[in-house]
């Protein structure tokens, strides 16, 4: 079983900066793409960010320039630092990875629990 535990939000002012953290834990053979997705009040669950195992990224429009992903492969860790936030950011920020559970499985697709951020104008 895989377990993705996230850390790391809470309530800043515009303009200020959080950094959120995943770890995957459990018995598994690998990772593959990890990333963050929010969901704010009343929307649907979108993409922020994700970096694959060797390192390649990408990130929402609305994101670019603000926030960087990052992963530590051998901590089974995913990071998302966010600055110059802004009150639109405020969402519940899930954690995602798509875990391989045995060398010949498939990926398949973990979340966490979620960690609110919010943010104040």
């Known amino acids: 079983q895989v377990q993705l535990v996230e850390s790391g939000g809470g309530l800043v002012q515009a303009g200020g900066s959080l950094r959120l953290s995943c770890a995957a834990s459990g018995s598994f053979f690998s990772i593959n793409t990890m990333g963050w997705y929010r969901q704010a009040p009343g929307k649907q669950r979108e993409l922020v960010a994700r970096?694959?195992?060797?390192?390649?990224?990408n990130y929402a429009d609305s994101v670019k320039g603000r926030f960087t992903i990052s992963r530590d492969n051998a901590k089974n860790t995913v990071y998302l630092q966010m600055n110059s936030l802004k009150p639109e950011d405020t969402a519940d920020y899930y954690c995602?990875?798509?875990?391989?559970?045995?060398?010949?499985?498939?990926?398949?697709?973990?979340w966490g629990q979620g960690t609110q951020v919010t943010v104040s104008s």
């Open positions: 970096v694959t195992s060797g390192g390649s990224t």
């Open positions: 995602n990875a798509d875990v391989r559970p045995r060398s010949w499985d498939v990926a398949l697709s973990y």
